[in-house]
């Protein structure tokens, strides 16, 4: 949230911190989650007692089903989280204690982590429970069990991880170090957890429930409506927020990049506000006439910006085809807005979106107004005026955020690199410590990786910096932030994912549960070490034998 978590290279002193802005930052996404449902059940039970039996089909099915498959994907990962047996496979991870002649601590899975000591290489046994405390064990499983289902059968199942990560950042403020730090990771995780759910419930709900009422607010012509009104509103600020909260949870959640402040995820509201408000009015003009040719105009763009994500390969999932639904939700955002899915400059991939984004609503509101009476309809030149302006008005706001509110300095002077390095000029990013044994599951490699790039250092003769070394040349900004060498560290055998994919103990959820259960057991915050990814010989024989 306001600060970072620990990642591969931690930093000393208090820690991040969660603070009451980032408490103010739930209840409003609460009172934006609300205000769009609502108004939307709303106005299809005004369209129902209005006998409006098509619009009240359509109006409600934008609500229930995309709220249906969240809460599903939302149920499964309870269930996931809740149920895993012990001894379950999962990435390699061990963990070991950076000073001298430390103890050193090795497990696979949580259950055997919560069962060990420190100091002791083995883990000891449990004793037995008592009967009266197995029981009441069961019980208290239970009564999780009927209170999560019946949040879920509720459709309430993102209002209960929004409350769950403000009591966990809470918890972090009034808990202990040791316990503050285990509750901020809980939270982050929980964070990241809702957002994702937010992200893809906005874009197969509000988006097109935002066209749909502006298609019928401009068929109506000169007798608008209050409750239409509201419903696009709140669906329009839903997408807008979930956008930049997106944003902000994923900066937050990653040490190597710089953390979005709260000035910067405003202008990135305002920046999607009014480039989707002019998007969305763009398709409603044209729809609003041309209903079979929007459909069709619809889906060539989702296939087009699909197979552009596509071809970018793209390294978010942990699967080949979660890697393909991915691409496909990324292509119906596409739809409406930008959104990041390649590590690196963006600035032309994201000028060529917003020059097509520009053409195409300029072609649809120029076939719209071209059907309208010129002389007669001032109406529709207003219109034709909204789009233009609400779309140069976001382009404004996206110029302030990269020009003064970006995490790296304005995009006009000098930048402050996107790494997070300690004072000291030493490399920045976790040292290429080999890993005793081979990972369970790879994620895919690029092509460069499979051709033989490595970016360890480890082999003799390479002359690749390691993963995330700043390359000498222009000295990193220094920050009141010092690197973590000491006490215990998480090596995870598997190769970080780079900005903006969120790391893989974010979306590996054995991997969180091993994570937060060798942390428990810690008496010291642990820091996180991904494997560098060695040369080719070493990749093919991972490969081989995965």
């Known amino acids: 949230m306001a600060a970072k978590s620990d990642g591969a290279a931690a930093a000393a002193g208090p820690g991040p911190r969660y603070e009451l802005r980032d408490c103010c930052w739930v209840l409003c996404a609460l009172l934006v989650f609300f205000s769009d449902g609502a108004t939307d059940l709303w106005l299809a039970a005004s369209y129902y007692l209005q006998g409006q039996r098509t619009y009240f089909g359509l109006t409600l099915l934008f609500v229930l089903l995309p709220s249906l498959v969240v809460q599903l994907l939302s149920f499964r990962w309870f269930v996931y989280d809740y149920t895993e047996p012990a001894g379950a496979p999962g990435p390699a991870v061990s963990t070991k204690d950076s000073g001298a002649g430390g103890p050193a601590i090795s497990t696979k899975d949580s259950a055997v982590a919560f069962r060990t000591k420190e100091g002791s290489p083995e883990p000891d046994p449990r004793p037995a429970p008592s009967s009266a405390r197995a029981y009441r064990r069961r019980c208290c499983r239970l009564c999780v069990w009927l209170l999560q289902t019946l949040v879920h059968l509720l459709q309430l199942g993102q209002v209960w991880r929004y409350l769950h990560a403000m009591y966990l950042g809470l918890q972090s403020r009034w808990r202990g170090e040791r316990l503050r730090r285990h509750f901020y990771w809980r939270m982050l995780f929980e964070s990241a957890d809702v957002s994702m759910l937010r992200l893809l419930e906005t874009f197969l709900r509000s988006a097109p429930q935002l066209v749909?009422?502006?298609?019928?607010?401009?068929?109506?012509?000169?007798?608008?409506?209050?409750?239409?009104?509201?419903?696009?509103?709140?669906?329009?600020?839903?997408?807008?927020?979930?956008?930049?909260?997106?944003?902000?949870?994923?900066?937050?959640?990653?040490d190597d990049k710089r953390p979005l402040s709260y000035k910067g995820a405003v202008a990135q509201v305002l920046w999607h506000l009014f480039t989707i408000a002019a998007r969305s009015l763009a398709f409603a003009l044209f729809a609003s006439v041309y209903k079979l040719y929007f459909g069709i105009f619809i889906v060539a763009h989702w296939c087009v910006m699909t197979f552009w994500v596509i071809q970018g390969e793209t390294d978010f999932c942990m699967s080949k085809w979660e890697e393909i639904i991915y691409n496909m939700v990324v292509g119906i955002i596409y739809i409406f807005c930008w959104f990041n899915v390649k590590e690196g400059r963006s600035r032309r991939r994201m000028t060529l979106y917003y020059c097509i984004i520009l053409l195409e609503n300029a072609a649809l509101t120029g076939f719209w107004y071209s059907s309208r009476n010129f002389a007669t309809d001032f109406h529709s030149l207003i219109l034709v005026c909204v789009v233009a302006s609400s779309f140069a008005l976001g382009i404004f706001f996206m110029c302030v955020y990269y020009c003064l509110l970006h995490p790296n300095g304005p995009m006009l002077g000098p930048q402050a690199p996107g790494c997070i390095c300690p004072q000291s000029p030493g490399p920045c990013g976790p040292p290429a410590d080999a890993v005793t044994s081979?990972?369970?599951?790879?994620?895919?490699?690029?092509?460069?990786?499979?051709?033989?790039?490595?970016?360890?250092?480890?082999?003799?003769?390479?002359?690749?910096?390691?993963?995330?070394?700043?390359?000498?040349?222009?000295?990193?900004?220094?920050?009141?932030?010092?690197?973590?060498?000491?006490?215990?560290?998480?090596?995870?055998?598997?190769?970080?994912?780079?900005?903006?994919?969120?790391?893989?103990?974010?979306?590996?959820?054995?991997?969180?549960?091993?994570?937060?259960?060798?942390?428990?057991?810690?008496?010291?915050?642990?820091?996180?070490?991904?494997?560098?990814?060695?040369?080719?010989?070493?990749?093919?024989e991972y490969e081989t034998t995965v």
């Not at 419903?231 to 807008?240: G, I, N």
């Not at 893989?504 to 990814?533: C, G, M, N, W």
């Open 212 to 254: 749909l009422q502006l298609s019928l607010l401009v068929h109506r012509g000169g007798q608008p409506d209050l409750l239409p009104a509201l419903s696009t509103s709140a669906s329009l600020v839903s997408l807008a927020w979930t956008l930049a909260s997106y944003q902000k949870v994923l900066r937050d959640s990653r």
């Open 438 to 540: 081979p990972p369970r599951s790879l994620p895919r490699t690029t092509g460069a990786e499979r051709d033989g790039a490595s970016v360890g250092g480890e082999r003799a003769g390479t002359p690749t910096p390691p993963v995330f070394q700043v390359r000498p040349g222009l000295p990193p900004t220094p920050v009141a932030r010092t690197l973590r060498t000491e006490g215990p560290v998480i090596r995870i055998d598997l190769p970080r994912k780079k900005y903006p994919a969120w790391d893989a103990h974010f979306i590996d959820r054995r991997l969180r549960k091993t994570i937060l259960a060798l942390e428990y057991s810690s008496p010291t915050t642990p820091r996180l070490q991904y494997r560098s990814v060695g040369a080719s010989q070493e990749l093919l």
